[in-house]
């Protein structure tokens, strides 16, 4: 029946990739004829994480949208006017890599992205473990690299010249708790200076609580009981009780879900609960948390990277997820808006380099100076330390009121009154 | 003094929550000398069938046990008929990996049915917590506490005051004089599985109320299960009750006085000491 021999079909094939290889050629010369400005970005668009690469790549895309038309009512970088203003008004073009959320094939496609489509920067790659690699790549052809959304505070430790990191890391979520209590002390006269933490006992609660350690030590709290346990516990009331017998006025806690309602129902037989109860995760996951425990789950004070609900206090949030609302029919989440972040800082960068040449990209990304009014996100601006880390990244903190997560912090962008101290109990 | 006192109490409602999870596994192990480490999977499909009732059908965690109960004593039975019965005379590995394939199969199936999510009862009958000596217990915790008392006392007046309890003590001692006497072992055996499972399945009924179930929630009881049979002594049904209070109050005692990260460091520890010096078990005879 098949009329294809062997020697036809390697024929065949060969004349395909060749002529495959020649069209990716010429599209990669044609962009740079035309004008384009070719930006690689490595995500895991198909797999188990395919559905938020995708979430992302619509994110990237919208601010690459934003930066090519002309939306000058958006008080973004790069909104006002067409294109890179300084290179003659040329476009963005995106070139999309599935790294299938695997960190070999992210780093290879990292690579294929730099030596065929001669990308002039990469965007990428969700998962610390891919971007991880696929910086590699970045780092060993010397062209920046910039990560929006991943968390793991390794990647900006690594001494790497080309990374930069837009979004938080692991320890800046700590930080959030400790600015946030200074700034109630200061503010609402509190009186918080004993602070009680309880973890789980791997590298999560472990690092998390370790953190805590040192930030209670900058701003001169007391620790007045440090727990762990093993997840998932078979009952917390031994640690529940020292944490009750020394007093402290505030708990961190780093969490898992089962933990978290464990801890709920715990405190509740306890008849007791600090001023404030802050958690890194657990009692964040939607909505599995709230539909265990119901009302007893309230006033607890999750952090957050992004939160529509800052809207209320930054419009901007509100007309850039409109636009988004538009394309895609749903809400931005909290991944999207930092890779949408990301993608406006780095064509800022290459704005201001006035050139492609990775070098002055890179230049342009250490000069950076975004501030937080044209941001989306609540951060008080993009600004990088020598790692490459941007050290105005942060979060924002919610609390659980009236089932649902209410942004509170900072106060600036709140939606809701943070209550602090919580009523007790039997008042509620 | 009011901390240690709360301590105790906690104590005491944990150790016999523990023992009520131990009790099926010791009743199973002292028949038949098979050590099943499915055991606190058949805890998790307990809560499991205890919260969808709840959440679907609003049945109160305590009107589940007479729903739940004979489905898990057919469920026990059933394992024992087409899974244990196989490998009664097979060498001890291989009946571990047998319990322990078990242990995956029944894990995994809910993951497959309910996937890993959390779920819990939050509104029942049994909320809130009562005062004893100035120290609060949750009313669940008490309950549940009550219910394993209960259990202990059932159990041990089925083997000691009836017919088919006699019996069942007679084929756990020698299965061929029992089967010489006319004693239907085969049956014996299944009953014992019935009733060994079905009392597990009681104890996720009484853990329901304040305890979340997830398909991996098993992880947090096997252990102490097995420390509180190896406690008390190997096989005897009362040796649970004991195991179970001792590492109750081991653990809350000792974790909360001195501290709670290290609290199964304390149970375990004591747990080696034991196999050391009385292997037998607090209760055991030496043999």
Known sequence: MSRITRRRFLRYSGAGLASLALTDQLAAALAAQEGQVTVGAVYPLTGGLARIGVAIRQGIELAAEIVNSNMSDLTLPLAAGTGLPRLGSRPIRLVWADTRGDPATGRAEAERLIDRERVVALIGA????????ASLA???????????????????????????RTGPHDITFTKLFFDMMEELKQRRGARISRIALLSEDTEFGATAAGVAKGYAEIHKYTIAANEYYTSPPSSLTAELLRIRAANPDAIIGANYLVDAVMIVRTLKEMRWFP???????????????LSTVGRDGFYFLPRAPWALGMGKGKPLVSRVNELYKKKHGSDMDEVNARAFTGMLTLADAIN??????????????????IPGSQLIMPWQGIEFDNKGQNRHAAGVLTQILDNDYKVVWPFDVAESQLVWPVPPWDRR | MELFLQAAVNGVVLGLVY?????GLSFIWGVMDVVNLAHAEFLMLSMYATYWLWALGRIEPALAVPIVLPLFFVFGWLTYRLLIRHILRASTAAQIFATFGLLFVLRYSAFAAFGPNVYGIWQQGLGGSVSILGTFIA??????????????????LFLQRTKPGKALQAAAQDRTVALALGIPVERMFALAWGIGISSVALAGIALSPFYQVSPTIGDAFLLIAFASVVLGGFGRVDGALVGGLAIGLLESILGTLISPTFKLLFVFG???LMLLFRPEGLLGQAR
């Open chain 1, 126 to 133: 969700y998962q610390s473990a891919v971007t991880a690699t």
């Open chain 1, 138 to 164: 970045a780092e060993a052809k010397g062209i920046p690299f910039l990560n929006p959304e991943s968390s793991s505070p390794r990647l900006t430790d690594r001494g790497f010249k080309w990374f930069f």
């Open chain 1, 275 to 289: 001023q404030g109860f802050m958690v890194h995760a657990g009692f964040t996951t939607v909505p599995d948390f």
């Open chain 1, 352 to 369: 201001r380099a006035g050139s492609t040449a990775p070098a002055a990209i890179a230049g342009a990304l250490r000069e950076t100076n």
């Open chain 2, 19 to 23: 023992a009520l999870i131990a009790l």
């Open chain 2, 139 to 156: 009313t669940a915790r008490l309950v549940a506490a009550g219910v394993a008392l209960a259990a202990f006392g059932v159990l041990w």
């Open chain 2, 270 to 272: 004591i747990f080696v």
